[in-house]
């Protein structure tokens, strides 16, 4: 099978695009004939050898966290799926992922695909959908009647993280640059601040309960996030080589968030898609042959929105 693989940390340029052996599942294991990946950008962190404390990978290494595609073959002491079914999960981080024409999987972290939307699509949840759910939910606690503000809410995991707020009663203020504005209205922002033309902390005049960092903002910018915070809310900050602040006088709390794979979350998510109450989005669909070039546009900072890999068996 076709497969693309990095045998040494570096560059975009090391990602080869090859042929593999057709791997064979193992006990509690399936195997997947890919529909596509997607890329995140902890894949490019990964393949620059940035990740090696906490994502150890063994080399050769194949990227691709995400996968959709369907089951053709299944390991000792499966049950619950059956070969021919439409899937879609988020691989474990240490071990070889779906940028190839076929993935091995642990059964468990896998859920049913949407049925509304093409399969290939699909590919476009999994990681990014799990952020924005744990971000709110699991650690920042988010009810009904709350105020949210979103800072950077134009990337994959912000389009996510309106509809998910919002759909959740909360009244939702997002950073946006003009690019992405009308996108971030559409998914449901109460309130749309251009931070290419304002001071986020000069925009938001009553205090939130939670903020959401999804952006790779200035240290300086981020601690200034805290004071729009009222007592006993949530600092919640995605960019990992940055750490979340707190103040702990105000009881405000600063969480570093890394997400997990968790399939009943994944259920959820999928179920919402399926009721029409969550929109995917695919910026992009780019062959697999050319995912080297996708993550060196991505190092310039010329990936916009969630781009989708597909094999082209699928």
């Known amino acids: 099978m076709k497969a693309v693989r990095f045998h040494e940390y570096g560059d975009p340029d090391v990602l080869r695009h090859e042929d593999v052996e057709q791997p064979v599942p193992g006990a ?13 950008s902890v894949d490019g962190n990964i393949r620059g050898g940035f990740m090696r404390g906490p994502i150890p990978v ?5 990227p691709g966290l995400d996968v959709a595609g369907t089951v053709d073959a299944l390991g000792e002491g499966v049950d619950g799926i059956a070969v021919g079914d439409d899937v879609i999960g988020f691989l474990p981080m240490n071990g070889n992922g779906a940028a190839a ?13 949407p049925g509304s939307i093409p399969l290939a699509d699909a590919a476009a949840l999994p990681v990014v959908g799990l952020t924005a ?6 650690h920042g606690r988010l009810t009904a009647g709350q105020r949210v503000l979103i800072n950077g809410a134009g990337g994959a995991v912000g ?25 971030v209205t559409s998914a449901g922002a109460d309130e749309v601040i251009d931070h290419t033309a304002t001071s986020v902390t000069a925009a ?37 080589w940055m750490p979340a602040p707190a103040d702990e006088e105000r009881g405000v709390r600063g969480i570093d968030l890394f997400v997990r794979s968790d399939a009943e979350q994944l259920a959820k998510l999928v179920a919402l898609v399926d009721g029409g109450e969550l929109r995917v989005a695919v910026a992009e669909r780019v062959p697999l042959a050319e995912l080297a070039a996708l993550h060196a546009r991505a190092a310039q900072g010329a990936v916009h929105g969630k781009v989708i890999v597909v094999p082209a068996a699928a």
Do not use: C, M, W
């Open 28 to 40: 509690g294991q399936v195997r997947i004939r890919v529909a596509a990946t997607s890329f995140n």
């Open 58 to 62: 063994e080399l050769p290494h194949t």
């Open 159 to 183: 389009g996510y993280a309106v509809q998910l707020a919002k759909r959740a009663g909360a009244h939702v203020i997002a950073t946006a640059g003009p690019r992405s504005g009308e996108a």
């Open 101 to 113: 024409e076929y993935v091995l999987a642990p059964a468990d972290i896998l859920t049913p695909a």
């Open 133 to 138: 759910y744990q971000a709110l939910f699991d």
């Open 204 to 240: 938001v005049t009553e205090p939130v309960d939670l903020v959401l960092n999804l952006a790779p903002v200035d240290p300086s910018e981020l601690a200034a996030l805290v004071t729009l915070i009222r007592p006993g809310g949530a600092l919640v900050n995605t960019t990992v």
